[in-house]
């Protein structure tokens, strides 16, 4: 008969009639519980502190094991004062890893403790640089950087528990040792590290899992695991629904608050307080969902390790990035506020994101690939969530820095290609993870260029030596044979570092600084950055002597990068033969790292409190250059687009400049355009006579509407052939007429009585083949009544007296009466006929000049390429030297980084980055969709669906000197403001740095100086 089991009955499992118990070692589990309950209770920077000072403690406790209680309490309250006061603000603020190389790298540098022997130090420090590799690690990708994230991610936890483990242990065989670290690390969080298990399972952060219930089933492995998986599962949907109601938080926040503000009414320091208090509370839950998650994955490593790592592993990721968004949901609420300064901000919470998308990427590839349908379906969890947040993210990404997106969607491409590589392509694994790898590289812009660098000839040996020496016991099974083939790689890396970097392959010559040829544009967006640093020094040094430049070049960042990290990893990996291998050698290594690293410092450093001369002159420099611009722009529309070609006497055709509003439309009043000179007779209508003109008749009394047609409108925006007369006219004729007013009869004598009446019609033709059409008439009949017509019926005595003979008669001495009292009238029904030519003709215009201008906008040389050019030295240069002198400002701010990068960045109009021409192209657009007729009212047509401009346009802090056309007028008033919004920035970080709170150094070159010099001091004995 077949046993029932527990396992069938609860989750469906097959039945099995011998079930399988799992061993559960009490000391472990234990040891286990207390590193969660201690990360629970020891939150941020305070736990890496601890963490440090417990693996040195416990190293110390096994070299003096029968030291007292007060000997221990008084080493372990000396080191943790060493490190509190070594310890800056800035310090503690930095992300946990970077502070981890710090606190031992300041316990290294005091003698005191057993730093350097201590095994679980070692271990901290190789989780953050990569003592230990997996088969699937592309080791170029771990030596340049881009597994920085996934690497700390991976190796985190079983680095953290292992210290926990070894001071628990320590503490469990030494009274001395618990007291000590009860009362210098424990107590002030209420952590006893003497707790037994029944103890520490009681603790309230376990409230989410229930870890009796899956020990009681550990004599049927199976029901055991699925009863572990059953409570993960739990756990991950607990955050899963979080995430959901963080990422609506997020939505709302960017409203308020959005990246290249300004910022609404609700964006206040108020509001910013309830976001963090938010964040807070999440974090708390987070954490103790972390310590389920920890314990559940440890319980299910004693049946089956390899899911209790991968189920670890995909724990680690859903949280890193729950916790990462969390921290910018309430990040973004300060974004707009004066001296607002941020701790994570979206370029740092995509590189927590990518981090723990890589270590999921990684793991199927170790023993095979896992079709574990659980495990399956929590990795699908995650990347829909990725991609929700991705999706809703999109327009904001944007706005902070415009390549996000596209790494974004990449990163997901590739993600889905999981299923695929699941299911058995071990060989698509390694190539999904090393994809995702440069994707993640590529968000930092400064370290892009060493995808470029390491397929260079020269780092040949390099590249080579890093494949098969990084991991050499991972790859080959057991510890490089010999000292002397140690020395090999050992030597090409120290070479790459020290020597390579600085090579012509890999660095731009600082003289090209001094070649007025070369366009800095050009040069940078040719070599980026890195390849470009000491050509930056030597432009930063003409533009502000006070900027020093370096009496030897320094090397290429990325590629000393390349042989630093890689130098590092091996002498971690290697500590034997790295301990014969002079001190010196690294040391060299980390002198040139220091200069590369303190000269890109020097870009941002303030002065005298402020923001630098550097960065100052650039700013001013820019605003400048808009300012040129807009004067550019407003005289290539005054003497190239508002102008017509007019025949002289001779037909001759001359360019006539004009002015008048060039967008104007029907929602406005139109402003009278210049009226032609008046003509000092008036001809009849009909016939050759002519009349003094009177007062009242003069071409500016006609309709605005006429005016303008007539001052400006042509039928072509070119030069017409000569002699050819093709522009509207206007004129005038008159109309003499009586007005009768009564007949007699006198014995067959009829007279005719009337008042004469004359018209005089200001006349319009669009051109000279068209009709005459009066615009404008004045009226007036003479009081006086005379006799026009005698008719004789009897007898010959007819008589008549014309319009014209009665006109000559009154004229001129008449015209004074005519002046004074005629009726004028305007032919509103020809105005409104001619409105649609008008609107027509300027639309074209208007359309005409963007399309121009965008033309002008690829063309090299005149007034608008020139001030774009200086538009565009000045932006890049800012970039630049924003990313070398200011990238933690950069990583941390988004409005710096939107202002910059952005969507809504200050307008550029780079060959790579042209948004001022798209933005022209864009608008005559605009137009083009109207076709043969006048597009519908809109004063804002040029503006309209224009992807880096805002509509309404940005608040002007300088409304002066325009160009006078809606599009332009936004253009430089959104560059103003935005540049301004920078300066605001730059001046809040040097406020930072002045005051101690805030410190600059390239991110990536950093963490590898302080691994470096940590691996140093591990690995040698003085």
């Not at 987070?286 to 559940?296: E, F, N, W």
């Not at 070609?645 to 006539?656: H, I, L, R």
Request: aromatic fraction near 6%; proline fraction near 6%; charge should be negative.
């Amino acid at each position: 008969m077949i046993a029932v089991t527990a396992a069938s009955v609860l989750f469906g499992e097959p039945a099995s009639a011998d079930p399988v118990p799992v061993t559960v070692p009490q000391a472990a589990l234990t040891d286990r519980a207390f590193g969660q309950v201690a990360e629970i209770h020891i939150e941020g920077a305070d736990r890496i502190k601890a963490v440090v000072l417990s693996a040195e403690f416990a190293q110390w406790h096994r070299l003096h094991p029968n030291a007292t209680a007060a000997q221990a309490q008084t080493q372990l309250t000396t080191r943790k004062q060493l490190l509190d006061s070594s310890l800056t603000a800035f310090d503690l603020l930095v992300p946990e890893q970077d502070l981890l190389l710090k606190s031992v790298d300041i316990l290294l540098a005091a003698p005191g403790g057993d730093t350097r022997t201590s095994p679980e130090i070692t271990g901290l420090v190789g989780s953050v640089i990569g003592k230990t590799l997996e088969p699937w690690d592309t080791r170029e990708e771990l030596a340049s950087g881009a597994l920085r994230t996934a690497q700390w991610l991976r190796g985190r936890d079983d680095a953290l528990a292992a210290a926990w483990s070894a001071v628990r242990q320590a503490a469990a065989a030494s009274a001395p040792v618990a007291t000590a670290w009860n009362a210098v690390l424990g107590a002030p969080f209420g952590v006893d590290i003497t707790s037994n298990y029944d103890e520490l399972r009681q603790d309230p952060g376990f409230a989410h899992v229930d870890l009796d219930a899956i020990l009681a089933l550990q004599g049927d492995s199976v029901a055991y695991v699925a009863a572990a998986k059953q409570q993960l599962a739990s756990l991950h949907a607990q955050l899963l629904g979080l995430s959901l109601e963080i990422r609506l938080e997020i939505g709302e926040n960017n409203s308020k608050c959005p990246p290249e503000g300004p910022p609404s009414a609700a964006c206040t320091a108020a509001a910013k307080k309830a976001a963090e208090d938010r964040d807070k509370a999440r974090q708390q839950t987070i954490s103790d969902v972390k310590a389920g998650v920890g314990m559940v994955s440890t319980i299910i490593g004693f049946a089956d390790p390899a899911v209790g790592k991968k189920s670890k592993v995909i724990g680690e990721a859903v949280l890193t990035t729950i916790s990462a968004i969390s921290k910018y949901a309430a990040a973004i609420t300060g974004r707009g506020l004066a001296d607002s300064i941020f701790s994570t901000a979206t370029l740092a919470m995509t590189g927590n994101v990518f981090g723990a998308v890589m270590s999921i990427v990684g793991l199927f590839g170790s023993s095979g690939p896992s079709l574990d349908a659980q495990i399956l379906a929590q990795v699908n969890a995650l990347r829909n969530e990725v991609r929700a947040l991705g999706d809703e993210m999109r327009a904001s990404f944007a706005r902070v820095e415009a390549q996000i997106n596209t790494v974004y969607a990449n990163m997901m491409a590739q993600f889905d290609k999981l299923n695929a590589a699941i299911a058995g392509n071990t060989a698509q694994l390694t190539l999904v993870q090393q994809q995702v790898a440069q994707l993640g590289l590529r968000l930092e812009d400064i370290a892009a260029t060493v995808l470029a660098a390491i397929g260079d000839a020269t780092l040949h040996d390099a590249r080579a030596d890093i494949n098969k020496y990084i991991g050499y016991l991972e790859n080959f099974g057991q510890p490089i044979p010999t000292y002397n083939e140690f020395v090999g790689p050992e030597n090409e890396f120290h070479l790459t570092s020290t020597q390579l970097a600085s090579g012509a392959a890999f660095v731009v010559p600082r003289t090209d600084a001094d070649n007025p040829a070369l366009d800095p544009t050009t040069v940078l967006n040719s070599f980026g950055e890195a390849r470009s640093i000491n050509y930056l020094a030597r432009v930063a040094n003409g533009r502000d002597p006070s900027m020093a430049e370096p009496a030897t070049p320094v090397g290429n960042p990325t590629v000393w990068n390349l042989g630093a990290q890689a130098y590092a990893m091996l002498m971690l990996q290697n500590p034997t033969y790295a301990a014969q291998v002079s001190a010196g050698r690294a040391a060299q290594i980390e002198a040139e790292g220091t200069r590369i690293a303190d000269l890109a410092a020097s870009f941002g450093r303030p002065a005298n409190g402020n923001a630098n001369g550097l960065i100052t002159g650039l700013i001013n420099e820019y605003v400048a250059a808009t300012n040129e611009l807009s004067t550019a722009l407003r005289a290539f529309r005054s003497n190239e687009v508002q102008v017509r070609y007019e025949p002289d006497a001779n037909g001759v055709q001359v360019k006539t400049l004009k002015d008048y509003d060039l967008f104007w439309d029907t929602d406005k009043p139109l402003t009278p355009a210049p009226a032609k000179a008046d003509e000092a007779t008036v001809l009849a209508c009909e016939g050759s006579r002519h009349i003094d003109r009177p007062s009242n008749v003069r071409y500016d009394l006609m309709s605005n509407t006429v005016r303008a047609l007539q001052y400006a409108y042509t039928p072509r925006h070119d030069e017409p052939p000569a002699g050819v007369r093709e522009l509207p006219e206007v004129g005038y004729c008159y109309t003499p007429s009586w007005v009768p007013t009564r007949i007699t009869d006198n014995g067959g004598v009829i007279r005719a009585y009337g008042k004469l009446r004359l018209q005089i019609h200001s006349r319009f033709r669009l051109n000279s083949s068209a009709a005459w059409q009066n615009s404008r008439t004045a009226d007036y009949t003479w009081p006086d009544e005379q006799v026009y017509q005698v008719y004789c019926e009897f007898f010959s005595c007819n008589s008549q007296t014309t319009p014209e003979q009665a006109l000559t008669q009154k004229w001129p001495s008449g015209r004074y009466a005519f002046a004074n009292g005629a009726t004028a009238t305007n032919n509103t029904a020809l105005d409104a006929t001619l409105t649609p030519t008008l609107r027509g003709f300027l639309q074209a215009r208007q359309k005409s000049m963007y399309d121009r201008v965008r033309d002008l906008s690829t063309q090299v040389s005149g007034p608008v390429p020139t001030a774009l050019k200086k538009v565009n030295t000045s932006a890049r240069l800012l970039q630049a030297y924003t990313r070398l002198g200011l990238p933690n400002a950069l990583d941390s701010d988004d409005v710096l980084s939107a202002n910059l990068f952005g969507q809504y960045q200050i307008p550029v109009n780079m060959p790579t980055d042209t948004k001022i021409g798209n933005a022209y192209a864009k608008a005559s657009g605009n137009y083009a969709i109207c076709g043969s007729q006048p597009c519908s009212l809109d004063p804002s047509r040029p503006l309209r669906d224009q992807v880096s401009l805002k509509v309404p346009c940005e608040p002007a802090v300088d409304a002066s000197n325009l160009p006078g056309d809606p599009l332009g007028d936004c253009l430089i008033t959104s560059a103003r403001s935005r540049a301004n919004a920078l300066m605001q920035r730059y001046e809040v970080w040097a406020d930072q740095m002045t005051a101690g709170l805030h410190r600059e150094r390239v991110p990536w070159m950093n963490d590898t100086l302080l691994g470096l010099r940590v691996t140093t001091r591990l690995t040698h004995a003085n």
